[in-house]
């Protein structure tokens, strides 16, 4: 196990992009097919000045991108939130959140996510949600427009319809052929193929913080199954005096040990993001009796500073994406194996 040895940030820091750069360039990231783009090392600066936006995996660097725009053309750091993670949501190419997500065992299409702002530590949160196309959008409404942190199902479906949003059918056809095939082998989809997520956290130049996370979950499990992506605490947490996290991956794992709260407050004690989620991670694992290889536990950070980070666990690099004024770009976080 890894947690005995006495591990550098130095050397967690020393990983390179080729890996990353091949699987993007042959295969699946973050449960988008994508094509080859340049990733950099993982070595972050030790604070940026001005606003940053980090979120999972390659995809993330859209979000990040309107996310950004739409902050330095006026809007709230919610609304860049918002915004940001809607790109992804509304991408029928990306089967790990909303439109053309994978579905739940039933063939229908589950969608759970999150908001947080780090200001007055308000929060709203949606979990299996059917029929809405941004599951993003009607987390925020939960926490502007009732007195709730979350709303599940059935009900959070009704809430949304109340708001004025439309019913949409959520599976699309690739998806709904593909989970015909399933319906007859009934094999597990491998960690790649089934789930992933979009957690975006975001810094103001004034030091505000916030923070959501959305996803279509797990693919083909019990309908109804609800990941760490909508839990305060396990998929998404934002503490405005210390800074944010958010996680990807293996749900189950992240959230019985509140992973996201776990990282922020290793921040709070002054740790780098970088730092923060190792030591999180190698916390976890010391807890669990799978093996670290199959937990499946990925993290971005960013801290009240500006400085941020990720790392993830397995036998695959975790990518991250990070848009500042002067910059947007995917990065290799450092992978924990034993």
């Not at 750091?77 to 190419?93: F, Y």
């Not at 730092?275 to 916390?283: G, H």
Request: a negative charge.
């Amino acid at each position: 196990m890894t947690g005995s040895k006495q591990l550098s940030r130095r050397t967690f820091l020393s990983t390179t992009a080729t890996a990353t750069a091949a699987a993007a360039a042959t295969g699946l990231v973050g449960g988008r097919r994508v094509s080859a783009e340049p990733v950099m090392s993982a070595t972050p600066p030790d604070a940026v000045d001005g606003p940053v936006f980090i979120s999972t995996w390659p995809f993330g660097k859209a979000a990040n991108e309107l996310a950004l725009k739409t902050l330095t053309g006026g809007g709230d750091i919610l609304d860049a939130i918002e915004q940001g993670i809607r790109v992804p949501e509304a991408d029928p190419d990306n089967y790990s959140v909303g439109l053309g997500g994978t579905p739940k065992a039933r063939g229908v299409v589950q969608l759970d996510a999150c908001i947080m702002d780090g200001r007055n530590h308000a929060a709203g949160s949606v979990a299996a949600l059917s029929d809405i196309a941004h599951p993003i959008t009607v987390a925020r409404m939960v926490m502007e427009r009732t007195k709730h942190v979350m709303l599940a199902g059935e009900g959070a479906r009704d809430f949304a319809l109340s708001q004025g949003l439309e019913a949409v059918d959520m599976l699309t056809v690739e998806r709904r052929n593909k989970w015909e095939e399933w319906k007859q082998t009934q094999e597990e989809m491998s960690l790649d193929e089934s789930h992933d997520t979009i957690a975006l956290l975001g810094l103001t130049a004034d030091g505000v913080i916030a923070g959501g996370c959305s996803t279509s979950g797990w693919g083909y499990a019990l309908h109804g199954r609800v990941g760490d992506s909508p839990i305060i605490g396990s998929g998404l947490y934002v503490d405005g005096d210390v800074g944010a996290a958010g996680a990807t991956g293996l749900g189950e794992n992240v959230m019985r040990q509140c992973g996201s709260f776990l990282v922020v407050e290793n921040m709070a004690r002054d740790m780098h993001p970088v730092d923060a989620c190792v030591v999180a991670i190698l916390r976890m694992a010391r807890k669990d009796p799978l093996p670290l290889r199959e937990m499946s536990l990925n993290f971005i950070a960013v801290d009240r500073k500006g400085r941020w980070g990720g790392a993830g666990s397995g036998d695959k690099p975790f990518t991250f994406s990070v848009t500042t004024p002067e910059m947007s770009q995917i990065f290799e976080g450092p992978v924990i194996d034993p």
